[in-house]
């Protein structure tokens, strides 16, 4: 009976497969036909077991049916839609910049349950190429100090090859964005960017496009929430760029740094470009205004004192070597050096070298609430040698200057208190409840901004120990000794 049962079961799951889904009134009738006959010559408990057997011969394939379903979907990968007004290369970003962003994502929004972990301390690894102090052919402070000027100084050459590098990164930009501008900054000598070159690169190349075109050229990428805010707007931007300089430009990706209130990346131009011997490391932005202000500021300084701009190359040069100007890590900008230096011109016993900001020319302009202009201001008569003027900046930051009660503000020109508008910042010390008033830098063309609000515990500490060894080492030391390039401690093995 069982093999009678198992039987009748077989013959109406093969005559439902045979007829398949029902596509009209006559296979319906042809398939009700032949159900009719294989079921009528049972009786009562041969027809229940036929149909229970059915039955579960029915669900058994729905479940495999569903587990393979699932599984050939879990093993498909996801593409997500590309907008159609971008090229379909601009979605093609190289391995390493792909798994860069999906880690930045992870890192930087991390769930809410999950407290961030602290931050690693810094540690060094042994190199087969470490960066060593620079060698001077003269002999005396001054004469070093100024065989490290032209050295350090970008040349003609320099700009010539930064104009070049915006050249090409416009002509690749265009086939995305056609309303695209792009400029090039150089800072310093590109033959000359050793230590923290990649960390802290020479050459700022800034694209400028308008708002709206971003807007429309983005396509379905954006929405009201980004178009509304320039910020985002500029991030996402910059992501686009990026995965056309690097799919399409030849560029190569090193990291981005999308935390400060201008994002940007930094961009490995590679010597195949044929524009220097070696690979030159760029920071890309898109509408950013710092790069600008500080070329303003370097041109103007030279102009108005010689002694000036020299001064800012030398602190910035400085600053770099020692470890002190990376952003990143918490650490005062390029830019704020360079505001540091001017601050301590206009303020200096034997100076003031420099006017206050309303009597730059050029960056007047740049300035929301420019002061009244400095009318009384001459230049010094002083014949202090540049290298002179560095000691006394390290001894003025070191010793003389109050970080925690007195501004930097290059606008106003002197010293005095922190201004209404500007926010004060508090650095906390660890898990402990300890805290001190941090530097109070004035953005002098947004005086509401702290540029000192980047500063941390950790850096905070940095800073005071490289102005006080760069003060000592002033007095008693040498050049090259002073610009050895700092290191994290070794890397010790357990």
Known sequence: MANSIQSTASELISAVKVMGKPKDM????????????VIVPLDISQLVFAIA?????????????????????????VHLPKSADLPKDVACATKTYSSHRANTTRKT???????????????RKPSSMPIVAPTFQCNGWSEQATELLGQIAPTVDDEQIVGRL???????????????????FAS????????????????????????????RRLGSKTNQTIANDEHKLRKMAIRACTDRLVAAGGFKFRRSAFRG??????????ASFGLTADAIPIDFSVNAAVPLYNAALLTECGQLEPRAKALI????????????????KGHLSPYTWGLLSIFFLQVTDDGPYLPTLSSFKMASGLMKHPLADDSTWS??????????????????????????SEAVSVRSGKRQKPGLNLPIHVVLHGESTTSEVGPSIEDPFDEGRNLGSVMNAASLVRLREELQRANDLSTSGSLAELLEPWAPPMLQDE
């Open 109 to 123: 929004s991390p769930p809410q349950s999950c407290p961030r972990p602290p931050s690693k301390p810094d540690v």
């Open 166 to 184: 915006a050249k090409r990164v416009e002509e690749s930009l265009k086939a995305i964005i056609p309303e695209v501008e792009v400029v090039g």
């Open 313 to 328: 190359l030398f602190v910035k040069r400085w600053a770099k070597d020692r470890g002190v100007c990376h952003a990143a």
């Open 188 to 215: 310093g000598s590109l033959g000359r960017n050793k230590a923290f070159g990649v960390a802290v690169p020479e050459v700022d190349i800034v694209a400028n496009v308008n708002p709206m075109a971003l807007v």
């Open 26 to 37: 006559t296979s319906m009738a042809l398939l009700m036909a032949a159900v009719i006959c």
């Open 379 to 404: 230049p010094s008569s002083s014949s202090t040698a540049i290298g002179d003027l560095f000691k006394k900046f390290m001894h003025f930051y070191s010793t003389e200057f109050d970080w925690r």
């Open 261 to 270: 209130e201008e994002p940007k990346v930094t961009l490995l131009a590679p």
């Open 53 to 77: 057997g059915a039955l579960g011969f029915s669900a058994i394939q729905m479940m495999q049916s569903r587990a393979r379903s699932a599984s050939t979907v879990s093993n498909k990968k």
